[in-house]
């Protein structure tokens, strides 16, 4: 089992910034990819990014392309999402998860993909 926890959400302006974290513990070892999925009220989770543990190989949901930015530090056992120029659409909270299961960027966009998932943190940014 892998224990997530995200940090840095907030209340941010359209054209803002806020940059995610999300720690992991237990057993890390199994990890082979991480990723953001995020869910507005009366909407279903969306992906947002993911990137595979071995190779740092990312994948944006299109949405989010060319404005958020998923990292990692292996050392820390940590996945980070800056989020930039952000809009009123973005307001969700964002989830972090974990597979274990080596997916690939395809299947890494569902979220039945993950098998461990963090509680939230809320991201609203205003207009």
């Known amino acids: 089992q892998v224990q997530l926890v995200e940090s840095g959400g907030g209340l941010v302006q359209a054209g803002g910034s806020l940059r995610l974290s999300c720690a992991a513990s237990?057993?890390?070892?199994?990890?082979?990819?991480m990723g953001w999925f995020r869910q507005a009220p009366g909407k279903e989770r969306e992906f947002v990014a993911a990137?595979?543990?071995?190779?740092?190989?990312?994948v944006y949901a299109d949405s989010v392309k060319g404005r958020f930015s998923i990292s990692k530090d292996s050392a820390k056992n940590a996945v980070y999402l800056k989020m930039n120029s952000l809009k009123p659409e973005d307001t969700a909270v964002y989830y972090c998860?974990?597979?274990?299961?080596?997916?690939?960027?395809?299947?890494?966009?569902?979220?039945?993909?993950?098998?461990?998932w963090g509680q939230g943190t809320q991201v609203t940014v205003s207009s």
């Open positions: 990137i595979i543990w071995g190779d740092s190989s990312t």
């Open positions: 237990g057993r890390t070892f199994s990890t082979t990819a």
């Open positions: 998860a974990a597979d274990n299961a080596n997916r690939n960027h395809v299947f890494l966009q569902f979220s039945s993909a993950y098998q461990n």
